[in-house]
């Protein structure tokens, strides 16, 4: 079902019931927001942001979307470091090390200090705020956030003699299915590959966190100075990746992701792994019964959190900051939450969306949105570091050479560790 803009202004109208305009002194707002997913994002940015407008005269906000997650960090710290930052902006969550570096957000944590901002603190999931905090303190708050997920086309299952009802739960099982699911033509080309992981950019890195994870360890700690690219877990996930190819269920070479969502709509694929927040993009366009599970794991389930965070500028004004603070927990709300994952399928981060009205009704209608929500347990931060894009380009060179077949894993993987050691040395 395609969400109108029509709808969605009716829905945030709904969204404002029992929600009163509060009394802060006049600021002017501006927020960047990126879109990183196939959904109707700025429509329904656009309606939430007019929502809040309407109900705080006394402010002015203008909803500015600046691109993809990268461009839009890009265009904030420019605009930081020109003097002239946006008050408020929803960026990576990995670029927690970023902003703080370069000194340009403040923690919310010290706008938001009393005991019920606290509470509205406390009620985000705890997955969500592994990657929000730094050093004992609340740097950002979580809005679109993910967990890549496991989307399989039923129809080309039961055509295979696969249990619709039962996708794969273990790489073995991946690749024992994902050979009954590909498909060739009287010539031996293949018109349907079993499945699809995208393996190039930074989409890829953010995959095979993932498969790391779920051999029971993680790219990067805490920290934000200690990246973990050659270890026993990264060697068999990168071989995982290369023996999908090397048994005919993965097509050889590099994956994109931007393509991998049209692959499998189009019956390229009969399962793929992204984000969660194509869910309302695959459920519009789909033509096929699909469905979704957790992603197949080495020694168990796991998988990284992705998404971005909200986050307050420091080279702002106390009524500035205060006014971007409302703001933001009038778009987390759980009415507001729950429209925004309803039109775009990313995961509400807090509880008490899930408890709405709204949300129940659509994870009864979509049972396919309550996966990522229950794979949040066995999910770890996404790759981050301080000089994040220089050490995550170490692991993209790493993982593209070597399923573009120029490097073997043990010997890509030590190198980039090297590289990225180089580059961490003068945080240690």
């Not at 002239?84 to 670029?95: F, G, R, T």
């Not at 997955?127 to 086309?153: H, W």
């Amino acid at each position: 079902m395609k969400t109108s803009t029509r709808f969605l202004t009716s829905c945030c109208a709904a969204a404002v019931m029992g929600v009163h305009a509060t009394s802060l002194s006049a600021a002017d707002l501006e927020f960047y927001f990126p879109v990183g997913v196939n959904a109707p994002a700025v429509d329904t940015i656009q309606a939430l942001t007019d929502t809040w407008a309407a109900l705080n005269p006394q402010h002015t906000v203008e909803a500015v979307y600046a691109g993809n997650y990268e461009e839009t960090t890009t265009k904030a710290l420019t605009a930081a470091n020109a003097g002239q930052p946006p008050q408020v902006a929803v960026l990576l969550s990995i670029d927690l090390f970023t902003l703080i570096e370069e000194d340009v957000v403040v923690p919310i944590s010290d706008i938001a200090h009393t005991p019920e901002d606290q509470e509205w603190i406390d009620g985000f999931y705890d997955g969500f705020m592994k990657d929000a905090e730094f050093e004992g303190k609340t740097y950002a708050i979580p809005f679109q956030r993910s967990t890549p997920v496991y989307y399989y086309n039923k129809d080309a299952f039961r055509a295979a003699g696969l249990d619709p009802e039962a996708p794969p739960t273990t790489w073995d099982e991946m690749i024992e299915m994902g050979k009954a699911l590909t498909v060739k033509d009287s010539n031996g080309n293949v018109s349907q590959w079993g499945t699809r992981i995208p393996t190039l950019g930074l989409g890829g890195a953010w995959l095979f966190g993932g498969l790391v994870v779920s051999k029971g360890d993680v790219l990067t700690t805490q920290t934000g100075v200690e990246a973990r690219i050659d270890t026993p877990a990264t060697i068999a996930s990168l071989e995982f990746l290369l023996e999908l190819s090397e048994q005919g269920v993965m097509a050889p070479g590099g994956i994109s992701w931007g393509d991998t969502p049209k692959a499998f709509l189009e019956g390229q694929t009969a399962s793929m792994w992204t984000s969660t927040g194509n869910l309302s993009f695959v459920e519009e366009n789909a033509t096929f019964d699909w469905g979704v599970g957790f992603l197949p794991g080495g020694d168990g389930p796991g998988a990284p959190i992705g998404g971005g965070n909200f986050y307050i500028f420091s080279d702002t004004t106390d009524e500035e900051r205060e006014a971007a603070l409302d703001f933001i927990k009038f778009m987390t709300s759980p009415e507001n939450a729950a429209i925004w994952s309803i039109a775009t399928g990313y995961v509400a981060p807090r509880a008490d969306a899930w408890e709405t009205p709204e949300m129940k009704a659509y994870s009864e209608r979509l049972p396919q949105a309550l996966v990522a929500l229950d794979q949040l347990q066995y999910a770890e931060r996404e790759f981050a570091t301080f000089q994040r894009a220089k050490v995550t380009q170490h692991l993209v060179d790493a993982i593209e050479s070597v399923v573009t077949g120029n490097a073997e894993p043990a010997e890509a993987l030590r190198a980039a560790q090297e590289g990225a050691d180089a580059v961490l040395g003068e945080y240690k």
